[in-house]
């Protein structure tokens, strides 16, 4: 009872918070390219330096923090050193089964100084990475006409669709879950090609500045979708705290840091030497870029995961009476690296590899669908249609035989399509499932919003697609194989 009355105080205050900040975070309408705009002023903490700003201190020296988007008591204790507990004990009116922290929350927090900090300047805001509410009010296509460089003619055939440059951006926007806004001033910091007419088709190959087997502007795109992705995720789940640098250098982050600021800072440190990189980091930089093109990100929402944000009750993906093998532990949920939001299901069959089946993927949950591609169901719970706002889910590898259609309203339970290789790689017929919120992936074993179905919690493996699911005392092996320690029943 104690509990629940400090959980309800903490929701309480948890309002007022949430009231306060969208009083103070007004929402201009993102601007198009101006010439002669005036330049942005910088964030308070800016600063002219990589190195940080920070004083060494003492062992367990209570600092000033303010939560941000997505902090946890876990997470918190990662980066600055402390135990949960200690930060419970610094911060009383916080409830010990809270789930994400409100953002805005002020906080005492209990710091471990590590040498070699980086910088606290932050870049950008979650909000400005992820492709959540940051663009309801951002007419990609219409930015793009506006600009004078050569980009906006560019054309790309993917997945065997031809597509213009907003059809470009939008399909790796969507799929990796990323701000197109963050992707088009990340082209124009590097290249130019926002406002240089002139193209250079000599340099194309390496767009981006990745000498590898992703050639060509679109793929140079994907791949660097795919590590800003991979850094964002690492250091919002607590696996990444430092950054090595190509001349060996080792960077610890700053633990004021958000996600976005880290994901760019490593992708810029896999790119750049050291004058360079300080360069792009601080407020000269990229930031400066993106606040020509789309104004200050600070001045609007910063809010990506609210404080105490729960998982809706989910079920299985398979209808109720079959029995479907775990052929996939946590992995990535679109691409190659983290976030590991993803997890695998295979219906029964005698055979291994691609083949047609009479089986069903169902709805976990009640929705509506907000859109569907070649093997892709995106179903949002919210039921405004929009992928960017509230929880939705990814369905892959969906046949299109049999699939709902767009504006589909369906209850938990009710068939989503046949699972099949169809979208993405597969080697064999099987449904991948993820969840995001607000745009933002949630990892599949996440500490605080594990993917729980039916009562099943994904436990990581060493390696993606390896681990388990755990109900109680059962345990399921994941298993390409499709053994039987790897068979579960939906019991819905």
Not at 3 to 21: D, E, G, P, W, Y
Not at 358 to 383: C, H, K, S, Y
Request: hydrophobic letters at 40%.
């Amino acid at each position: 009872m104690k509990n629940k009355l400090k959980s309800f105080k903490f929701l309480i205050v948890l309002t007022v918070i949430a009231v306060l900040f969208a009083g103070c975070s007004p929402q201009p309408k993102a601007g198009y390219i101006v010439s002669g705009s005036p330049e942005p002023s910088p964030t308070p903490e800016a600063t002219e330096t990589p190195l940080s700003n920070r004083p060494v201190y003492a062992p367990g020296t209570l600092v000033d923090y303010v939560a941000q988007s997505g902090d946890s008591l876990d997470l918190l204790s990662v980066r600055f050193g402390a135990s949960p507990q200690e930060i419970l004990w610094a911060n009383p009116e916080i409830p010990e089964d809270v789930t994400t922290l409100p953002p805005g929350f002020p906080m005492k927090m209990p710091i471990y100084y590590k040498p070699l900090w980086g910088t606290d300047f932050q870049i950008i805001p979650d909000a400005a990475f992820v492709y959540g509410p940051d663009l309801l009010d951002f007419d990609l296509q219409a930015f793009l006409d506006s600009t004078p460089g050569w980009f906006k003619t560019y054309q790309a055939s993917i997945q065997e669709k031809n597509r213009d440059a907003a059809g470009v951006i939008r399909y790796y926007a969507e799929n990796y879950s990323l701000n197109p806004k963050m992707l088009l001033a990340l082209i124009e910091f590097q290249t130019g090609a926002l406002t240089n007419p002139q193209r250079n088709s000599s340099l194309e190959d390496a767009f981006l500045g990745f000498d590898n087997y992703h050639r060509g502007v679109h793929l140079q795109i994907s791949y660097a979708s795919d590590l800003l992705n991979d850094g964002f995720y690492r250091y919002f789940n607590g696996e990444l705290t430092s950054i090595e640098h190509r001349d060996g250098r080792i960077e610890n982050i700053d633990p004021w840091q958000n996600s976005a600021t880290v994901a760019l800072q490593v992708y810029f440190s896999l790119l750049m030497g050291q004058d360079e990189y300080a360069h792009a980091i601080g407020p000269e930089g990229y930031a400066k870029t993106y606040q020509e093109l789309f104004g200050d990100p600070w001045r609007r929402n910063l809010t990506v995961l609210p404080g105490s944000l729960n998982q809706p009750d989910f079920i299985l993906p398979f209808t109720a009476g079959t029995v479907w093998a775990y052929t996939g532990g946590p992995h990535t949920g679109w691409g190659t690296r983290k976030p590991w939001a993803a997890v695998d299901f295979a219906p029964p069959s005698k055979t291994q590899g691609c083949f047609e089946t009479e089986q069903f993927a169902v709805a976990i949950a009640d929705g509506v669908v907000a859109r569907t591609d070649p093997g892709t169901v995106m179903l949002d719970l919210d039921g405004d249609g929009d992928e960017r706002t509230g929880w939705v889910l990814l369905y892959l590898h969906v046949a299109e035989e049999g699939r709902v259609k767009p504006g589909d309203v369906v209850r938990k339970g009710d068939i989503i399509g046949h699972p099949s290789c169809e979208g993405g790689k597969a080697t064999g017929t099987h449904l991948h499932i993820a969840r995001k919120y607000n745009g933002q992936w949630i990892p599949a074993a996440s500490s605080v919003l594990p993917f729980v179905m039916n009562g099943w919690v994904p436990v990581d493996g060493e390696i993606a697609y390896q681990g388990t699911l755990v109900k109680g005392n059962q345990v399921v092996r994941a298993s390409v194989l499709s053994d039987s320690q790897s068979m579960i029943p939906a019991q819905h």
